[in-house]
């Protein structure tokens, strides 16, 4: 089955530096990407939609120059957590979709912990 | 390895109908659990959350009920209407793992 991939699959960093997690479809290509964020104990939220070659969609209240989303090619969307804080601390998941089936396949996810 | 499994996979059923959509999961051992609608082409949206420690939880006319101990959930939508057609996702999360169900696609006819 269509594999999606995320890395770094978990990361420490200091408050105030930046933090870029990828994610990749690896046998599909996929002009959409969503980005999901969890907060320990709290639901899955969608984040943003991102499309290849163009700017994502954020929802609402999420703040799109604290989280970058680059959509550069078909197979790889970024997204850097700017001048990251330990309220961004979550797990962090993506997800691809296969604009032929329409079928959205998810990555493992990335938990990012902010010291 | 966590495993959900989700039945029916398809369910086509006439407006104002109440249905049951079921999730299973294989390890009990898990911090909550979701229910997602999903429409084509776009992101998921979360219906429902319920904690390890709950039994149900309830919003409109949806309800989800938790077994942990059995590995079972269900999804219950009562007076089932054509704005409800989508696929519903069922998601168990652990520590730093969610693991999702292939979903339900369901079809409300008019």
């Known amino acids: 089955g269509a594999v999606v991939s995320q890395h770094p699959s978990r990361v420490i960093c200091k408050s105030g530096t930046s933090v870029k997690i990828e994610c990749r479809s690896l046998d599909f290509q996929a002009t959409t990407m969503f980005w999901y964020r969890q907060f320990p104990k709290k639901s899955l939220m969608l984040m943003a939609t991102s499309n290849e070659g163009s700017k994502a969609t954020y929802e609402q209240g999420v703040e799109k120059d604290k989280f970058l989303i680059n959509h550069a090619s078909l197979t790889l969307s970024t997204l850097t957590v700017t001048s990251a804080h330990p309220e961004d601390s979550s797990f962090y998941i993506c997800?691809?979709?296969?604009?032929?089936?329409?079928?959205?396949?998810f990555g493992p996810g990335t938990r990012l912990t902010v010291t | 390895k966590q495993e959900v499994t989700q039945i029916p996979a398809a369910l086509s059923v006439p407006e104002g109908e109440n249905l049951v959509l079921n999730c299973s999961f294989t390890?009990?051992?898990?911090?909550?659990l979701q229910w997602f609608r999903q429409d084509p082409g776009k992101g998921l949206t979360s219906l429902l959350l319920?904690?390890?420690?709950?039994r149900e939880q309830t919003s409109g006319r949806l309800n989800a009920s938790l077994d942990k101990s059995s590995g079972r959930s269900t999804l219950y939508i009562a007076a089932s209407q054509p704005g409800d057609s989508a696929t519903y996702l069922c998601a168990v999360s652990g520590y730093s793992t969610l693991t999702f169900g292939k979903g339900t696609m369901l079809l409300v006819s008019p």
């Open positions: 390890d009990s051992a898990i911090y909550n």
């Open positions: 997800s691809a979709l296969n604009s032929g089936t329409d079928e959205q396949y």
């Open positions: 319920i904690q390890s420690s709950q």
